[in-house]
């Protein structure tokens, strides 16, 4: 999710969105599925019927952020076509035709934006050269809307699909070099438009991976080592083997134990069920040892140890933090912490395998199809060409999903059971226990003020996770984490403690627990220079300009920064310092600058009670550059990323850590928010900049965590520095 | 065993483990697979079903006693009155973002307005809780059931 993004000039996009030259041809192997007879495929994302209906592939795996609705509205945009006049289809996984197809990082926008709209422009131009030769015209003098080419002068039109037979003519041109609509030209983005796939969600159809359905089909249940890292010794299947309907017990690798040692059983049966059920019957050994010492109770106590000490490595250092902390008018002190995080998908981790002639076919949510081919094909020992790879809709990603340990597993099984596909399926208690977490962390702070209020000095001692100097996956901070690179003496040290957990990016990984801290931490640094946090804010920021960012890094404009949170403070009247401790109600305001998206937020609380919160409302405003492509979805990925934040800070949602295991049973142990937990309004406004639009599953989130807690404090006095956050301790 | 019951109104015979859950006969043995599989424990709502007009977790109700029993599924829900209403709110304003628990949450709205055909913010909050929305779609959830119920449109959305 962290990955850097390529530069978006054209030729960035073009690399990024497809493969150069593979763009538009009319190898119908590089099509859309299949290509029924009757239909005429202009490019590998464009098919069109004799009927004028066009057939449209969206490349990028469907979580929920809308992007089998938003890529293809590009092309159909830029086609010219009605979105009446259109049907949608997942392509296959497969980069060398595609492009990149991934759900991560809140990319998909950025690095689509122009490459759909030019794989629909670049067809559209064949349309009009064919119908220019068809009617002996100059292209010039014809013009296109929902379908149809007209020719003003004589007033001849006809469907684009007059003209299917001649464009197979046509030489496909340069997608760089296609003139694109201007925005006021735009029938479709920036239009509201539903979810393709809503009425046969609405309808129960099969749709996500744990619906595949193939004849003959196998299931597969999971018993996996209960430390993360320890490896199976040995088992005794015999008792689930003697069970009706059960057809093998195979040992097989995750991926998250060493390479090559087995740490988990596949129980492959007739019915998920009944394997399912037999997993009671195998007797597993494993070798853990090794992992027993790890436990949440020792984290912390070795992280305390950590911040009594000095950090064991520089991450950024500038001016003399001591000596403006000696010197400082006000000294602010404060510890603050975070556990690791389930994701909870509600579909439980699965995939479909069919192993045959040497060849995988997978029908897999995945949010990241071109790692689970690498892979699998490595586990497998095949070449990644070798895998059919079909994307299911997904029953969220949050992250999970980037992992491919389920397309590994479920390969292995599939090879050990030829001929016979096999679903594999993760039960609740394995998808809590067998996660990507993420993870937990400790912040040690130190804020100096002059007598002015200027803040002149920042320490931060972070301690994570990691080994020999390298943080592990989603462990990591930013050298100039904000506001690093504004105040003139400052200091963020790293210490790491090994873990043996997997861990993994959750939706804005790295920032749903750095917002939290550091802008908890402004609030109290706020607070004590007499000002509020939208206040200190500004004064950070100063001017607009572009802050110091690491090599291919997205880059803090604080113009941006100050645009949105004036306008929240505006939209939801922010006057000053809110809330009156003892009052019982209380407002709190968050930022944060994350995956190129710039986002604040108010929160209302009234506590209900001396120990519960109830969040009231809350007003988010962000900037995603110069266009929002599907506002309604916009405004729904907002709102529920809010809610998650809520969540993830009052729902109780921590991962625990006992002898090396987790021992999560179900959503009562890690629970999730509901109904009645939700905010009754949400409000979501956009600022337009002159900006290339960006991305939206993930920026929204991380300032509600900070917002809602600097409300809690407004509304009680309680100044709360861990999360998930609780007043009864 | 062999059972007999309905589902979606036509007459079912299934032969199953008595203990085999009705969501894995709806799912492995009838080929219904709109009712979804998310905890195992009746803790997420995502199998919810109506049995006789009520809505239950097919997780947690072996099949054993669905024998007999009138089962009403995701993929007949429609049929009823208050089924239609909900499935054109839920489209007229795109309820689901992933989608996987959203068969679920029409089930057991669907429960809902069978006993309280015009319920109050409270009451479709109590009855909703027991589903989780990993997405959050929320505002949306009581949205619709507003909308399917005739009542006074309340978007959330407000500035």
Redesign the interface.
Known sequence: MSAALPPLDRRGFLVAGCTAGAVLTFDAAMALAETPAAETTINAFIRIDAANRFTIGAKNPEIGQGMRTTLPMLIAEELDIGWDQLTIEPTLADDRIFGRQYAGGSTATPTNWLPMRQVGAAARQMILAAAAAEWGVSPDSLTTAKGVVRHGASGRQAPYAAFSRRVATIAAPDPGKVPLKQPAQFTIIGKPVTGVDTPAIARGKPLFGIDTELPGMLHAAVIKCPTHGGILAGHDATGALRQPGVAAVVPICSGQGPAGKPDALAVVARSWWTANKARALVVPKWDNAAQRGHSTAGYASAAAARLAGAPESDLYRSGDVAAALAGAAHVVEADYAYPFLAHGTLEPQNCTALWQDGKLEVWAPTQNPGEGRASTAAMLGIPPEALIIHMTRIGGGFGRRLMNDYMVMAGQVAKAMPGRPVKLLFDRTDDLRHDYYRPAGWHKFKAGLSASGELVALSDHFVTFGAGGRPVRAAEMGKYEFPAAVVPNCHYGVSMLPTNLSTGWLRAPMSNALAFVFQSFLDEVAEAAGQDLPTLMRRLLGEPRELPAEPGRPVLHTGRARGVIDAVCELAGWTGRPGSPGSGRGRGFGFYFSHRGYFAEVVDVTMTDPTTVRVDKVWAVGDIGSQVINPLHARHQVQGAVIEGIGQALAGQKVEQVDGEVRLENFHEFPLIRIDGAPREIAVSFVQSDYPPTGLGEPSLPPVIPALANAVHAATGRRLRNLPLSLTA | MPYRFTVNSRPVHVDA?AD??LL?VLR?DL???????????G??G?CTVLIDGQAMRACQTPVRDAAGHAVI???GV?ALPAGRKL?DA??AI??????????GQ?MSAAGLLAVSPQPD?GT???A???????????????RAIRMAAGLPDVT????
């Open positions: 483990e085999k859950p894995w492995e080929g219904l697979p709109g009712t979804k599989f998310g905890c195992g424990a803790l997420c995502a599924t995701i993929e429609a499935r839920w489209e795109d309820v689901p973002q992933c989608g996987y628990c959203q068969a029409i913010d479709i909050d109590g909703m809780s027991g589903n989780i929305c990993r997405c959050a779609s929320y505002l949306r959830i009581r959330g959305d407000a500035a």
